[in-house]
T-cell receptor, first 116, second 112 residues
Framework: AQSVTQLGSHVSVSEGALVLLRCNYS??????LFWYVQYPNQGLQLLLK??????LVKGINGFEAEFKKSETSFHLTKPSAHMSDAAEYFC??????????????FGQGTTLQVKP | EADIYQTPRYLVIGTGKKITLECSQT?????MYWYQQDPGMELHLIHY???????EKGDLSSESTVSRIRTEHFPLTLESARPSHTSQYLC???????????FGEGSWLTVV
């Protein structure tokens, strides 16, 4: 069975500081991994995804994430936080290969607060 | 940009009423999903479909039902709403397994 754990339900950073949101996954087969962002009263928007190509994945809005198989991690980073980055961030996993059903398993989410 | 639409965005209804949440996508995606999300919590899959006339239960048990008569349309129905159904319902779609899953903006349901 697959699962996702996001360490830290709330992360607070100052504007201009490094953003680091942690995600660890469990999967019995090579996974596909995703980061989504959710702004208040809106749906989810894809930030980036890993599908077994390059381990360092670049996404929108200056975010990137690195797939580390040995650590079963897919942490999200951004060098310099902006006020507009304040939102809820979700890490998600789905199965690759023939067993892939397309379903996503989500982590519990991390609320990012950006202080001026 | 994703072309997936949900209506209504916000709905307040009384206990016992029947409601249908509409979801439509214009991308020709075969796979469609319904997720339920309580405020501040993670998303849970409640229904999914691989194509026309295909519907499956998700990982979280739900009293709602779905249908997939047309590729672009995946409505969710609650025959008799209860306060415990108060939540946000997010519809999503993808072209194939492994492809990006696109989400609608969600439907906020409040049952009083």
């Amino acid at each position: 069975a697959q699962s996702v754990t996001q360490l830290g339900s709330h992360v607070s950073v100052s504007e201009g500081a490094l953003v680091l949101l942690r995600c660890n996954y469990s999967s019995s087969v090579p996974p596909y991994l995703f980061w989504y962002v959710q702004y208040p009263n809106q749906g989810l928007q894809l930030l980036l995804k890993y599908t077994s190509a390059a381990t360092l994945v670049k996404g929108i809005n200056g975010f990137e994430a690195e797939f580390k198989k040995s650590e079963t991690s897919f942490h999200l980073t951004k060098p310099s936080a902006h006020m507009s980055d304040a939102a809820e961030y979700f890490c998600a996993v789905s199965e690759s290969g023939s067993s892939n059903t397309g379903k996503l398993i989500f982590g519990q989410g991390t609320t990012l607060q950006v202080k001026p | 940009e994703a072309d997936i639409y949900q209506t209504p965005r916000y709905l307040v209804i009384g206990t016992g009423k029947k409601i249908t949440l509409e979801c439509s996508q214009t991308m020709g995606h075969d796979k469609m999903y319904w997720y339920q999300q309580d405020p501040g919590m993670e998303l849970h899959l409640i229904h999914y479909s691989y194509g026309v006339n295909s519907t499956e239960k998700g990982d979280l048990s739900s009293e709602s039902t779905v249908s997939r008569i047309r590729t672009e349309h995946f409505p969710l129905t609650l025959e008799s709403a209860r306060p415990s159904h108060t939540s946000q319902y997010l519809c999503a779609s993808s072209l194939n397994s492994g492809n990006t899953i696109y989400f609608g903006e969600g439907s906020w349901l409040t049952v009083v």
